[in-house]
Each structure stands twice: as structure tokens, then as C-alpha cells.
């Protein structure tokens, strides 16, 4: 299970990896992933708002 789930993570959060540093010895990249999904969600929903759908 920790495979397959490193396997499905691992593209995304390495990009963020190189970036982020660890602090005090936690990885933070996967609420960094989160925070800019979350990000992406309201720019999408604030673009389909201005159009319309």
C-alpha cells in the first residue's frame, strides 16, 4: 500500500520537494500541493463565475 501510494504521490510532490525545505525534520510539500490545488479551484471556479457556467 505505502508503494503504490509513493508511486501516485511522488510526481507531484517532488517538483516541490527541491523547493520547500524540511523543518525540523517534517516534509511540508504535501500541504504545499494542497494549498495550491485549493488555489487552482478558486481560480477555475472564479473563471467559470465570470463566464457564466
Known amino acids: 500500500m505505502g508503494d503504490v501510494l509513493y508511486r501516485l504521490t511522488e510526481p507531484a ?5 527541491r523547493v520547500v525545505p524540511t523543518v525540523g525534520g517534517l516534509d ?5 500541493l494542497l494549498l495550491l490545488l485549493y488555489f487552482i ?7 467559470f ?4 457556467f
Do not use: K, N
Open 13 to 17: 510532490l517532488r517538483p516541490i520537494r
Open 28 to 32: 511540508l510539500s504535501p500541504v504545499v
Open 41 to 47: 479551484r478558486l481560480v477555475v471556479h472564479w473563471m
Open 49 to 52: 463565475a465570470q463566464v457564466g
